[in-house]
């Protein structure tokens, strides 16, 4: 694919005062499409996908080496792509004042505290407008900014509780089970920036910016809309159905002749079913009247799974895969990250790339979700070092000398280095 | 002077889940969004479940399509591209997600809208994207979970992967869809010209396990099933159902657990740390579990969460549709729907101080057909029944 050279928002502002993956994710998606994005951290407190602060935790983190290990975790590096880095203490009047200044010149400010802290430091949403009513401003509070738990503490874990999407899933008969990963987080993210984009869209018609408020809870509760309506509506509860589908059968999971190697099917019409039948060597199911509708295959499903077991045991993932495939049955292998990776499909359009920030080395990346004009939103810039462009943004931004600069870095309000104790041996 | 999302026109040939969700978000901040289905049959998801008992009628598709006005094109007659072109020539979106190998046929490839509107931005969502050996694939939920990665992290080792609940591959691909849509609109009106996203299903999913990827990337670590079930950081089953009992890290937060779970014996120095919770995992969970099976879940959420710690109640719908701080957030939409009756759903997944939300009824099949071929194409009532006579509409 070739790469972009104009971007949609090339020439936007965008402070970013996120921390770990939802907000960062946001702004990414923002970096990305082409706006400045300007990640704000402190010597203070860096963001905390950079690794943990104490020293007893790092030694779990040797691995990636002695050296500055805040500028090797993956964790942090991936999310914060295509953007500056500088850092500030908010703790400081100066800090204060310089994040006020930059405020002035932006077109987004995006924060995750927890409600209140940006008034503590004196930047409440309200003091910006006033200081930049075209600012638009994000906050992603974990339950909401207002409510009887707007206080709470929310995790993307706990939000996948809380939605309701850990309650469905799981074994028939057994515990809910949580993903696992991170769910809730990249789901706000990648609605915020959406919602970013429509209140842009909204002040090139108003001329004002706007809040824009992502309750993290709210945009994941909407993820298991069909559970609440099935309650609402029919007066029920859905239960846990494992691989199971509510309409298609059989559908199922399966394990091949490769060890933990596993193949998901899904007999999407009865047409697939006739051909997955024949090819398990059950012709006679494929005619039979008694399994000929989806209905009558929920009832048996036992027996359908169990014949299908049968069959994908005896071959390896990759030949089953093809088989399927060939008899136009809807099927998917359960991929490993070194699968992914290696995917012919993934690889043709150019989803990985290659970066290389200052630290960490060179690794491949997952690039951009969706291609635009026929080209990856590609990495223009590998996230920041710490404070990497305190000059660049501060001196060119905003006019400040040398001097200036060197009182900052003197008296901490930004700064290179940490000064939480991150590696003391 | 350009317009904002209030009466935004977007052409929504999408179906399923990805697509209208995303089209449904824009629809509830007052798009106009005129979603265009085949004649006959419709979106096949207007037989999703759930279903209203008694009746054929899927709450779901109601929710994925409410507040859009709907009508029936037949876009393999000539007849059909033709009207949905006059449709996109006064349009500022459209959305669509008709399978690779059929878009040059339907007239919904980028070229041909670009041709109808030069201003057009227009969104592709489709299982594997518009190019690459996988294009014309068939897929469904539970192989997109599969080759998307969340499969192999999700479950019990020693039992199969598992998926999880309902239709999360193709929301998660929504939510892109929304913001690739702001995006190619955005770029649309800033550059005068047309431009077009090209969004996956199975790339969004991936991009979602961008830390499990990058793991492999950096280490050569396949995350696997089990993976994050730890001591103190997980479901545990409580009095009434079941509880997330999360005590992230070795920070101070370990140190309130003694006051909740009222055991002084939890505040031994060698559960302080991460590391020593799960080495003394069973010590540890055989001390936390009398207070954990003797509470109910929201009991258990509100007071860990009073003292700070993060702590979450399993909740099943009936839980969610009695949250007193939803209720105070006023998060719920309701509506009649019908066919089905009221409807009381999750609404806005985020909020704009000034851009309202609301939501009104999905459309029956071609509920619309009259108002948009007669009011915005200017057809007379006789063209109209003509197209529908023909079964172009």
């Known amino acids: 694919m070739p790469e972009q050279t104009a971007l949609p928002l090339q020439g936007l502002r965008v402070l970013d005062l996120t921390t770990s993956w939802a907000g960062p994710w946001c702004t990414k998606a923002l970096g990305d499409l082409g706006a400045d994005v300007i990640k704000i951290e402190a010597v203070q407190a860096y963001d905390l996908t950079r690794g943990p602060t104490g020293r007893e935790d790092w030694r779990a983190y040797a691995r990636r080496g002695a050296e500055r290990p805040y500028e090797r975790a993956d964790t942090f590096l991936k999310p914060n792509r295509n953007k500056r880095g500088i850092t500030l203490n908010l703790k400081d009047a100066r800090g204060v004042e310089l994040f006020r200044r930059l405020a002035a010149i932006s077109d987004v400010v995006a924060e995750n505290y927890a409600p209140g802290e940006m008034e503590r430091f004196g930047i409440g949403f309200d003091a910006l407008r006033a200081l930049n009513p075209r600012l638009v401003l994000l906050r992603m509070p974990a339950i909401g900014a207002s409510g009887p738990e707007r206080d709470y503490v929310g995790f993307?874990?706990?939000?996948?509780?809380?939605?309701?999407?850990?309650?469905?899933?799981?074994?028939?008969?057994?515990?809910p089970m949580k993903s696992g990963f991170w769910y809730g987080d990249p789901i706000s993210g990648t609605h915020a920036a959406g919602a970013v984009m429509m209140a842009l869209i909204e002040r090139e018609a108003t001329g004002s910016g706007q809040v824009v408020e992502v309750a993290q809870i709210e945009a994941l509760t909407g993820f298991a809309a069909d559970a609440v309506l099935q309650q609402s509506v029919n007066g029920r509860l859905f239960e846990r159905t494992g691989n199971r589908d509510l309409v298609h059968a059989p559908q199922g999971c399966y394990e091949t002749a490769d060890e933990d190697a596993w193949i998901a099917i899904c007999a999407q019409t009865d047409a697939e079913w006739r051909a997955l039948a024949r090819i398990i060597g059950r012709a006679e199911w494929?005619?039979?009247?008694?399994?000929?509708?989806?209905?009558?295959?929920?009832?048996?499903?036992?027996?359908?799974?169990?014949?299908?077991?049968?069959?994908a045991c005896e071959r390896t993932q990759a030949a089953a895969e093809r088989e399927l495939a060939d008899a136009g049955v809807t099927a998917g292998a359960v991929y490993l990250n070194r699968q992914i990776f290696e995917d012919a499909h993934v690889r043709s359009r150019s989803f990985f790339e290659e970066v290389t920030p200052p630290v960490a080395g060179t690794h491949e990346y997952p690039s951009s979700a969706y291609v635009l004009d026929g080209a990856r939103l590609a990495t223009r810039r590998p996230a920041p070092t710490l404070g990497e462009h305190n000059r660049e943004v501060l001196g060119d931004l905003l006019g400040l000398g040398d001097d200036a600069i060197a009182a900052l870095e003197r008296d901490h309000v930004i700064g290179a280095e940490p000064l939480v104790d991150v590696w003391a041996g | 002077m350009?317009?904002?999302?209030?009466?935004?026109?977007?052409?929504?040939?999408?179906?399923?889940?990805?697509?209208?969700?995303?089209?449904?978000?824009?629809?509830?901040?007052?798009?106009?969004?005129?979603?265009?289905?085949?004649?006959?049959?419709?979106?096949?998801?207007?037989?999703?479940?759930?279903?209203?008992d008694g009746t054929q009628h899927s709450a779901y598709f109601a929710w994925l399509n409410a507040g859009k006005r709907g009508v029936t094109l037949d876009l393999s007659s000539q007849r059909g591209?033709?009207?949905?072109?006059?449709?996109?020539?006064?349009?500022?979106?459209?959305?669509?997600?008709?399978?690779?190998?059929?878009?040059?046929?339907?007239?919904?490839?980028?070229?041909?809208?670009?041709?109808?509107?030069?201003?057009?931005?227009?969104v592709s969502v489709t299982n594997f994207g518009e190019t690459g050996p996988y294009r014309d694939r068939r897929a469904s939920e539970i192989t997109m979970q599969a080759l998307g990665g969340m499969m192999a992290r999700n479950g019990s080792r020693g039992r199969p992967p598992l998926k999880m609940w309902g239709h999360q591959a193709q929301l998660i691909a929504g939510a892109n869809v929304l913001q690739a849509t702001m995006a190619a609109l955005l770029w649309a009106r800033r550059s005068g010209s047309a431009h077009h996203a090209d969004v996956a299903v199975l790339e969004c999913v991936l991009q979602f396990l961008h830390s499990t990827l990058m793991k492999w990337s950096f280490e050569r670590v396949e995350v696997g099933r089990d993976a994050v079930a730890a001591v103190a950081n997980g479901v545990y089953p409580c009095a009434d159902g079941y509880a997330g009992v999360i005590v992230?890290?070795?920070?101070?937060?370990?140190?309130?657990?003694?006051?909740?779970?009222?055991?002084e014996r939890l505040a031994d120095d060698r559960f302080r740390t991460l590391g020593g919770r799960v080495k003394y995992g069973d010590e540890v969970d055989a001390l936390m579990l009398p207070w954990i099976v003797t509470h109910d879940k929201e009991e258990i959420y509100h007071r860990a969460q009073a003292l700070s710690l993060p702590f979450a109640s399993v909740r099943d719908a009936s839980d969610i549709l009695a949250s007193r701080h939803f209720a105070e957030r006023g998060y719920f939409d309701q509506w009649e729907q019908p066919g089905i009756g009221m409807m009381k759903a999750p609404g806005a997944p985020f909020r704009l101080d000034a851009l309202p939300w609301a939501m009104s009824p999905a459309p029956s099949l071609g509920e619309h057909n009259s108002a948009v071929f007669g009011g915005e194409l200017d057809m007379s009532p006789d063209e109209v029944a003509a197209l529908t006579e023909a079964g172009v509409a």
């Open chain 1, 156 to 175: 993307g874990s706990t939000l996948e509780m809380l939605s309701g999407i850990t309650g469905l899933t799981g074994y028939a008969g057994g515990p």
């Open chain 2, 81 to 122: 591209r033709d009207a949905l072109h006059r449709l996109v020539a006064r349009a500022d979106v459209v959305v669509e997600s008709v399978r690779p190998p059929r878009k040059a046929a339907f007239g919904i490839g980028h070229d041909a809208l670009a041709a109808a509107n030069p201003r057009i931005a227009s």
């Open chain 2, 2 to 52: 350009t317009g904002g999302i209030r009466g935004l026109r977007v052409v929504d040939v999408t179906s399923g889940v990805a697509g209208p969700y995303a089209t449904r978000i824009l629809a509830g901040f007052g798009a106009d969004v005129i979603k265009v289905e085949r004649p006959g049959a419709g979106d096949w998801s207007r037989r999703l479940p759930p279903v209203k």
């Open chain 2, 248 to 263: 992230p890290g070795s920070g101070k937060m370990w140190r309130r657990i003694p006051e909740l779970m009222e055991d």
């Open chain 1, 286 to 311: 494929s005619d039979d009247p008694a399994l000929a509708t989806a209905d009558n295959r929920h009832a048996r499903a036992g027996e359908i799974d169990a014949a299908i077991a049968v069959w």
